[in-house]
């Protein structure tokens, strides 16, 4: 993916304005940092990008080799994770990330499950059911989930929340390397996460 | 997609509802115990049924309608599961919905041929239920659960988002059901009554072009019911 553009993207609920008239174009190796307070809508734009939520007016495209995809076409080069990204807790670690390898079609042998859950510091963990991990490992599995398919675009909401220090670390790790092949949009109040931003983008409450 | 990668997915979601549902077993608790208490409290009720000529299309009638309430409770799971417990989102962005709507059909298929069996059985046993033609009967039986599986897998991802989604799923597949359930009835009847395949096959041919009607609409509308 060349480039995502988003264009004039309004969003209300019922009454209410949530996103008015966003428009922006990040291009592969950019990261596009989303901020504003509580409620501002940068989840709902995320979720937009990625085509699980229908804004109200305006369009999303993901350009590639010149031509145009909607995001609902693109959902194969996409990874998101946010808090409330939810996997299946009666399924272990390592059998959440084959099942979702197995059905995105893509070609991903169990040692390297393995290596990516001791990528995200699930090390020896990916055998024990969802249902036991803490707050924290689930997060560390919803980048796994993310980065599976090695997607050109990574969509990060709250990245680094329920993560202990080792986890900016990780997180950090993850935005270098996707800079090397596609384009990174995070959703974030954390101002240590403002440092990655190529283009900042600051919703207002309303606006 | 390539139909290989979309028979890859849609195993996969076959194998991973197959391993949740062994792992918490809460469809097949909830399936099997309304099927022995309703095949009991039938027995019990009604005692010993006399021979007449309408002995079979009872037997008939109060077998499928056990059967269709006991898949009540269990086809809408499926989907109802996900949003429950906010995995559709993972699935929505990985799966494609083709994949998505067979993976739910076949695992459907599979736990409601597992209920038609116990289903039956009990019936034979408990109401004393004879099937004069148990080949024809079993093909009847095949025939019934594969058309209520596709006509209630779509309408269970219709109402899987809303509030009083048990209400709904019967309220809006009873008026679908209602042409299989007849014929369902009547083709079993015959078959309790000993007719061949010349008197049965009608009803059988009826509900698997019912089943494939439904299956062909079904994978037509399915992408934008999962979407929206």
Redesign the interface.
Same mark, same amino acid.
């Given at each position: 993916m060349q480039a995502l553009e988003l264009e004039q993207i309004t969003l209300d609920y019922g009454a209410r304005r949530v996103l008015y008239d966003v428009s922006v174009t990040v291009h592969t190796g950019q990261v596009l940092v989303v901020t504003g307070r509580n409620g501002s809508g940068k989840s709902t734009l995320l979720r937009v990008i990625?085509?699980?939520q229908r804004q109200t007016s305006g369009e999303v495209w993901c350009h590639v080799d010149g031509v145009r995809h909607s995001p *609902?076409a693109m =959902?194969a080069a996409?990874g998101?994770m946010a808090p409330? *990204?939810? *996997?299946? =807790?009666? *399924?272990t670690g390592h059998?959440n990330l084959r !099942? !979702?390898a197995?059905? =995105?079609?893509a070609t991903v042998s169990d040692a390297q499950i393995s290596a990516l859950l001791a990528e995200v510091g699930l090390a020896g963990r990916g055998g024990d059911l969802l249902a036991t991990y803490s707050s924290g490992m689930t997060h560390r599995l919803r980048y796994a989930?993310a980065l599976l398919h090695q997607p050109s675009l990574l969509l990060l909401d709250e990245p680094s929340v329920m993560l202990d220090s080792s986890g900016h670390e990780l997180l950090e790790r993850v935005v270098e390397r996707q800079r090397g092949h596609g384009i990174t949009v995070i959703a974030t109040n954390d101002p240590r996460e403002q440092r990655f931003a190529d283009l900042l983008m600051r919703l207002e409450v309303g606006a | 997609m390539n139909p290989g990668n979309l028979w890859q997915a849609t195993r996969a979601i076959v194998r991973r509802e197959a391993q949740s549902e062994l792992r918490n077993r809460q469809a097949l608790n909830a399936v099997a115990l309304f099927a022995v208490c309703s095949v009991v409290a039938v027995s019990l009720g009604l005692g010993p049924l006399n021979r007449s000529a309408e002995l079979p299309l009872i037997h008939a009638a109060l077998l499928w309608i056990i059967l269709l309430f006991a898949a009540f409770t269990a086809l809408a799971r499926v989907f109802v599961v996900e949003e429950e417990q906010r995995t559709a989102a993972a699935l929505r962005l990985a799966a494609p919905p083709h994949a998505v709507y067979l993976g739910k059909l076949l695992f459907n298929l599979m736990l409601l041929v597992g209920l038609a069996v116990l289903v039956a059985l009990l019936t034979i046993v408990l109401l004393r239920m004879q099937v004069k033609n148990p080949s024809l009967f079993a093909v009847v039986l095949a025939s019934g659960v594969l058309a209520l599986v596709a006509g209630t897998t779509l309408v269970a991802a219709i109402i899987a988002r809303s509030a009083a989604r048990g209400a709904l799923f019967a309220v809006l597949s009873l008026p679908i059901l209602i042409p299989m359930l007849v014929t369902a009835v009547r083709g079993t009847a015959l078959t309790l009554a000993g007719s061949g395949w010349d008197r049965v096959n009608y009803p059988v041919m009826t509900l698997i072009a019912y089943a494939v009607a439904m299956l062909v609409t079904s994978l037509f509308l399915f992408a934008t019911v999962w979407e929206s």
């Amino acid at each position: 993916m060349q480039a995502l553009e988003l264009e004039q993207i309004t969003l209300d609920y019922g009454a209410r304005r949530v996103l008015y008239d966003v428009s922006v174009t990040v291009h592969t190796g950019q990261v596009l940092v989303v901020t504003g307070r509580n409620g501002s809508g940068k989840s709902t734009l995320l979720r937009v990008i990625c085509a699980l939520q229908r804004q109200t007016s305006g369009e999303v495209w993901c350009h590639v080799d010149g031509v145009r995809h909607s995001p *609902l076409a693109m =959902r194969a080069a996409m990874g998101w994770m946010a808090p409330d *990204l939810m *996997l299946y =807790r009666e *399924l272990t670690g390592h059998e959440n990330l084959r !099942f !979702f390898a197995d059905v =995105r079609g893509a070609t991903v042998s169990d040692a390297q499950i393995s290596a990516l859950l001791a990528e995200v510091g699930l090390a020896g963990r990916g055998g024990d059911l969802l249902a036991t991990y803490s707050s924290g490992m689930t997060h560390r599995l919803r980048y796994a989930y993310a980065l599976l398919h090695q997607p050109s675009l990574l969509l990060l909401d709250e990245p680094s929340v329920m993560l202990d220090s080792s986890g900016h670390e990780l997180l950090e790790r993850v935005v270098e390397r996707q800079r090397g092949h596609g384009i990174t949009v995070i959703a974030t109040n954390d101002p240590r996460e403002q440092r990655f931003a190529d283009l900042l983008m600051r919703l207002e409450v309303g606006a | 997609m390539n139909p290989g990668n979309l028979w890859q997915a849609t195993r996969a979601i076959v194998r991973r509802e197959a391993q949740s549902e062994l792992r918490n077993r809460q469809a097949l608790n909830a399936v099997a115990l309304f099927a022995v208490c309703s095949v009991v409290a039938v027995s019990l009720g009604l005692g010993p049924l006399n021979r007449s000529a309408e002995l079979p299309l009872i037997h008939a009638a109060l077998l499928w309608i056990i059967l269709l309430f006991a898949a009540f409770t269990a086809l809408a799971r499926v989907f109802v599961v996900e949003e429950e417990q906010r995995t559709a989102a993972a699935l929505r962005l990985a799966a494609p919905p083709h994949a998505v709507y067979l993976g739910k059909l076949l695992f459907n298929l599979m736990l409601l041929v597992g209920l038609a069996v116990l289903v039956a059985l009990l019936t034979i046993v408990l109401l004393r239920m004879q099937v004069k033609n148990p080949s024809l009967f079993a093909v009847v039986l095949a025939s019934g659960v594969l058309a209520l599986v596709a006509g209630t897998t779509l309408v269970a991802a219709i109402i899987a988002r809303s509030a009083a989604r048990g209400a709904l799923f019967a309220v809006l597949s009873l008026p679908i059901l209602i042409p299989m359930l007849v014929t369902a009835v009547r083709g079993t009847a015959l078959t309790l009554a000993g007719s061949g395949w010349d008197r049965v096959n009608y009803p059988v041919m009826t509900l698997i072009a019912y089943a494939v009607a439904m299956l062909v609409t079904s994978l037509f509308l399915f992408a934008t019911v999962w979407e929206s």
